[in-house]
């Protein structure tokens, strides 16, 4: 079995590897290329192959595993291809804009610096002092993030403690236990086990003696011990054992609670149960008429709880209004101190013009005035109300009010006088029982352990059973009710323990499925919750983070807790009513750009955030902040803000984050933030209009990590725009040269670039003195060259005419270079603030044109030369050689396309977007890592273009290198010497190339690899080796070559014998007074490279000249004179300077110019029989130039 195995899977790879190898192209034309990749893919996959071609297609492969292939586009398509899913991992496709990449896996970037650690390596937790926030998050001392809400709320969420510093916490209510760090908690919460104040002090204190225990059974931590306030209503026992009550203010009732004298026959028994304090009352303060209390105007106000439960009306006399103390004990509800202290009121032009004043000198909100109920002291607030005449089903109060018939005597007090329950007796009840008082009740709430009679008769003489079933609960009361209403806060007192008993000790229930528990026990339905009544017990958590009216001018605003949100309302200002516990304000999308002034945020010192953006403001008014001492995050986003005006933030001495951007904003001025001296994070100044900041912009900000100046339009900046910034660390601006301004700070964008710094464009002095002295040898090398090529003619015009298309292009190089030289001294010092004027200027453009057109225009020129010298010297005979027609025609050619790459970059095309303004230098080489737009251009232009221009000039130089040896192996004497002279010459010529290109074409592909290069080599490359061929191919070309040279030492020789020659005719004619015959000089023929490559055929003569070369000279030596050389004309092989005598034999002369190929036989003779006589003179050959 094990051998059938065997030989199926040898037999497998065979058939797949025949696939992959023959029929590839077969499978992808008729449609199976996946197929054949996968093959592919499974019979190379120990190799790793990642694509697999043919001569019809190449498919780029995925490898998923050890044995899976899939096609590259399938990678990071959403879905996983892979049995892996190693085509959707992470390492490949990365995370999503919003996330980080923690290793292997992602986090939102809200998890950043958050002091909880989420990657492995703890990578989000780094770095975190330069980390900015995101919005409607807190910046710690430390450097973490926290979100907003934390802030402030008695929990160290930092790690230091800076988000609980300089806090303002609400007073506690009424009912609140307030712990020794001034957080508030439920009553519920104390002594529960669990520690709810941050310093653990509600679970002090819990031992059984530390608790009053209520009639009812509900008991009361001793923290509410004494204040004033009853918290067991049926015996008062938190009231009780005070101590010894001051005479001066205070009663002692008999059970030892101490009641103040205000509360003296005030109509509400404060002493039980024997009610003394309302026994003995002298002074007529209300009236009792069949069981129903009514305060008497004149004598006393009437003031009623929130709840307006009448029952509860207490009657307060003239000398405790307005003393200062809330003798009502109803809260903020309007009591006998409401209306104390108005300044106007009744007229004027104040805020309470419109508001009623009282005789007894307060002053009441305009609903109190004509409502039917007494609110002034002598009931001035209902004189002279018109009274509308009630309809026949109404019945007419004793106020004027009019209430439904049907509400007469129904013990509810639905006229404000309470006169509907009065005088009762001759109503007629119906159905229903009377009470002994008179008013009527229903037979269902007689004896129902709630007393509904204003004199308790309907609970008196009722019968009350002893024992309670099994199915029942037996309240603190002794009230029976059935055993399902245990821990149910969703039933009242009428069906549940009048005395709500039921639902003590409900700590350990569970409740049902779909119902929430209090955190005291008891529990409810979803539907109870925020219905604004308070259902769960002491903890109140059913109405927790529910929405309420926190202002009652803008009941549209919708409070929860200790925030405002107005969001969107539309507002023109901010209300002025809002609840002094409020501390956070959301005032997003209104309008308050012309309200906000000095006194807007004056009552609300407290607040520790407020969010103004988008509210159209234009302009933020002096001192407007001037109060918010304690404000720790503001947001002025998407405003209008053009200027920042000086001293603007005055006052917020603890703000930690500023939100600016998206404001439009166009100026900063001088202290423009002075007073933020602890803020962090000047996050986002960005995305405005800045165009200029000027010195002392940021005085004030000492403290400040990091600033965001991204996408402005900042042209200038004064050079102390950043000075006081001690702390800075993170600087964003649009352009390095903002950096050169703040020096001191540890990180800023973007990084300078390869050839800029904050002082100068060159930063190096080698390159400041290179740049010039290259720039000038360029310019005037060139310059030279173009000028001897036009004054003297050349017999190879085409060579010169291409010598000189080849010094134009260098001559662009040298003034670039002088360009940027001159640059670099104007900008000395201050080059750092004109950056970006200067690299977006056409004249930078113009250098950058001027760059690479030189630098091309010299490639294409180099090549079309070695091209022609090669056909030359290798193919003498066998290609015709370039004429000069068609030689203007190639040169013609490749100045029109070099001008149109140069120039292209300067067209109006966004791919390009300032091509040769991205550096200093205005170059456009594509040398460093980065990938701006126009890269891939650029490495076509100087890597692609130029390596292959490269390639075709080294080796067609090799292969003039051969043909020479080869041609010159007939020549046996001193041929070492030529050939070494030769190679030195052509390896001068490759070398100078390769110095040039080479390196900024590896580099180019070094970076294109992902290499980062330091920027000081591309300094050194763009000024060293970018011009080298400019300066060095003057003299490789022109200078050093023999043609040159040749005329140069005639010129030189004929200048020192013209002198010479002067000086001994002046002498001979001095000393025998006759003339001296002009001697003519035969010159030595020369021949060299140069005109060999030039001369069809010419090396084949090579051999000739060397035997002739020694008599010419010979020759030359018997006549008396120097050799002199003279340039070899076109075609021949040397030449005589000679003249004829009158018997035809050859004569010295200066004066004319005979070849060698014109030499008879019989000249030759004599010139041969003369040189015979004499020593041969030492010959150079020159092979090359």
């Not at 409502?371 to 009931?379: E, I, N």
């Amino acid at each position: 079995m094990q051998e059938w195995d065997g030989l199926l899977l040898q037999l497998s790879k065979f058939i797949i590897i025949c696939l992959t190898t023959y029929d590839l192209s077969v499978m992808a034309e008729d449609g199976d290329g996946d197929l054949a990749a996968l093959i592919a893919c499974s019979s190379n996959n120990s190799s790793n192959s990642s694509s697999t071609s043919s001569s019809s297609m190449q498919v780029i492969l995925f490898h998923c595993g050890s044995h899976e292939c899939i096609r590259q586009e399938f990678r990071c398509n959403g879905v996983p291809d892979c049995a892996d899913g190693s085509d959707e991992a992470v390492r490949e496709c990365g995370c999503l804009p919003n996330e980080y990449q923690c290793g292997e896996t992602c986090i939102d970037n809200m998890r950043l610096c958050d002091t909880r650690i989420d990657c492995v390596d703890a990578a989000d937790e780094a770095n975190c002092e330069t980390y900015a926030c995101p919005v409607g998050h807190f910046k710690c001392n430390n450097h973490f993030c926290v979100p907003s809400e934390h802030v402030c709320d008695f929990h160290d969420h930092c790690g230091d403690g800076s988000d609980e510093q300089e806090c303002h916490h609400r007073e506690c209510w009424k009912a609140e236990f307030e712990c020794s760090n001034g957080q508030c908690i439920r009553p519920g919460r104390i002594c529960d086990g669990v520690a709810h104040c941050k310093d653990a002090t509600d679970e002090v204190h819990c031992l059984p003696e530390d608790f009053a225990v209520c009639g009812s059974g509900a008991r009361v931590h001793r923290y509410y011990w004494c204040d004033g306030w009853p918290d067991c209503r049926d015996n008062h026992a938190d009231e009780l054992h005070c101590g010894e009550c001051d005479p001066a203010w205070q009663f002692q009732c008999p059970n030892s609670r101490c009641v103040t004298v205000s509360n003296l026959c005030d109509a509400i028994c404060d002493c039980v149960p024997d009610c003394a304090d309302e026994a003995n009352c002298t002074h007529l303060t209300y009236t009792l008429t069949d069981g129903v209390k009514v305060c008497e105007v004149g004598s006393s106000m009437s003031c009623s709880v929130a709840s307006l439960d009448r029952v509860l009306d207490r009657c307060i006399t003239l000398p405790f209004l307005c003393d200062g103390r809330n003798d009502c004990h109803n809260g903020g509800y309007l009591s006998d101190e409401s209306g104390c202290g108005e300044e106007t009121c009744g007229g004027g032009d104040g805020n309470r013009s419109d508001w009623f004043s009282c005789s007894d000198g307060r002053c009441l909100p305009p609903n109190l005035h004509c409502d039917h109920k007494y609110d002034c002291l002598h009931g001035d607030d209902e004189l002279n109300c018109s009274r509308p005449e009630c309809q026949s089903s109404e019945w007419q109060c004793r106020s004027g009010q009019c209430i439904p018939a049907a509400g007469r005597c129904d013990l509810t007090y639905q006229c404000h006088d309470k006169s509907d329950e009065v005088n009762c007796g001759t109503v007629s009840c119906g159905a229903d029982r009377r009470c002994d008082s008179g008013q009527c009740v229903k037979p269902e709430l007689w004896c129902d352990w709630l007393p509904d009679c204003p004199d308790a008769s309907d609970e008196a003489h009722c019968e009350r059973r002893r024992e309670c079933r099994l199915d029942e609960l037996r309240c603190a009361s002794g009230q029976c009710v059935p055993l399902r209403y245990k821990c149910d806060a969703s039933v009242g007192p009428r069906q549940a323990c009048a005395d709500s008993s039921h639902l003590l000790n409900c700590s350990k229930e569970r409740c049902g499925p779909g119902l929430f528990q209090c955190g005291s026990g008891p529990c409810l339905p979803p539907s109870m919750l925020c219905d604004g009544e308070v259902q769960c017990p002491l903890t109140w958590d059913d109405e927790d983070n529910c929405p309420f009216s926190c202002s009652a001018s803008a009941p549209y605003c919708e409070c929860r807790d200790i925030s405002i949100s107005c969001l969107n309302q539309g507002m023109t200002s901010l209300p002025s009513d809002i609840e002094p516990q409020i501390s956070r304000f959301h005032l997003a999308g209104n309008y308050l750009n012309h309200t906000l002034d000095i006194s807007t945020f004056l009552p609300y010192r407290h607040i520790v955030f407020l969010d103004l953006s988008n509210n159209s403001l234009s302009t933020l008014p002096a001192g407007v902040f001037l109060h918010l001492s304690r404000l720790r995050i503001l947001d002025l986003r998407h405003n209008y803000l053009r200027s920042v005006a000086n001293s603007t933030f005055l006052g917020l001495v603890n703000l930690k984050t500023l939100e600016m951007s998206q404001q439009g904003m166009r100026n900063v001025s001088c202290h423009a933030f002075v007073g933020l001296r602890s803020l962090l994070n000047l996050r986002n100044l960005s995305n405005n209009q800045l165009s200029h900041l000027s010195g002392g912009a940021f005085s004030g900000l000492s403290t400040l990590l990091s600033l965001d100046l991204r996408h402005n339009q900042l042209s200038v900046m004064d050079p102390r725009v950043f000075s006081g910034l001690t702390s800075l660390h993170h600087l964003w601006t649009d352009e390095f040269r903002f950096c050169c301004l703040a020096r001191e700070v540890g990180w800023c964008h973007p990084p300078p670039d390869e050839f800029s710094s904050c002082e100068d464009l060159m930063t190096n002095s080698v390159l400041r003195v290179c740049v010039w002295v290259l720039g000038f040898i360029a310019l005037l090398g060139n310059s030279f060259v173009i000028v001897w090529r036009l004054l003297y003619a050349n017999d190879n015009k085409v060579h010169s005419f291409l010598i000189t298309n080849l010094a134009l292009g260098d001559l662009c190089m040298g003034l670039y270079l002088l360009i940027i030289a001159a640059v670099d001294i104007f900008y000395r010092g201050v080059y750092f603030i004109y950056d970006a004027f200067w690299r977006t200027s056409s004249l930078c453009q113009l250098a950058g044109f001027f760059s690479t057109f030189s630098s091309e225009l010299s490639v294409f020129t180099l090549t079309v030369i070695t091209l022609e010298r090669l056909v030359v010297i290798v193919f003498p005979f066998r290609v015709p050689r370039l004429s000069m027609r068609w030689t203007k025609v190639i040169m013609g050619v490749v100045w029109v396309c070099v001008a149109f790459l140069a120039a292209l970059p300067l067209a109006d095309i966004h791919y390009f977007r300032n091509f040769y303004g991205r550096s200093g230098v205005c170059l456009a080489l594509h040398i460093t890592h980065e990938k701006p737009s126009g890269w891939q251009y650029s490495v076509f232009l100087f890597l692609v273009l130029n390596l292959a221009s490269f390639s075709v000039i080294a080796g067609s130089y090799w292969g003039m290198y051969r043909a020479a040896r080869t041609s010159s192996a007939a020549v046996r004497s001193d041929l070492q010497r030529r050939e070494t002279s030769m190679a030195r010459k052509m390896t001068l010529i490759v070398v100078t190339d390769a110095a040039c290109w080479l390196p900024i074409i590896l580099l180019g592909v070094v970076s294109l690899a992902g290499v980062t290069i330091p920027p000081q080599v591309f300094a050194w490359v763009a000024v060293f080796v970018l011009p080298l061929n400019a300066a060095i191919n003057p003299l490789l070309y022109t200078v050093s070559t023999a043609p040159f040279l040749s005329k140069a030492r005639e010129r030189a020789l004929n200048v020192r014998s013209s002198f010479r020659w002067s000086i001994s005719r002046r002498a001979t004619n001095s000393s025998t007074g006759t003339a001296v015959d002009d001697r003519t000089t035969v010159v030595k023929p020369t021949l060299t490279l140069g005109d060999l490559d030039h001369t069809p055929g010419a090396l084949s003569t090579l051999s000739a000249l060397h035997l002739l070369t020694p008599h010419v000279n010979h020759l030359n030596s018997t006549r008396g004179h120097q050799p002199r050389r003279s340039q070899s004309l076109h075609g021949t092989v040397g030449h005589v300077v000679a003249k004829r005598n009158t018997n035809e034999e050859w004569a010295v002369s200066q004066r004319e110019i005979i070849p060698l190929c014109e030499l008879t036989n019989h000249t030759h003779t004599q010139l041969s029989r003369q040189l015979s006589r004499k020593k041969h003179a030492k010959h150079h050959h020159e092979l090359y130039d």
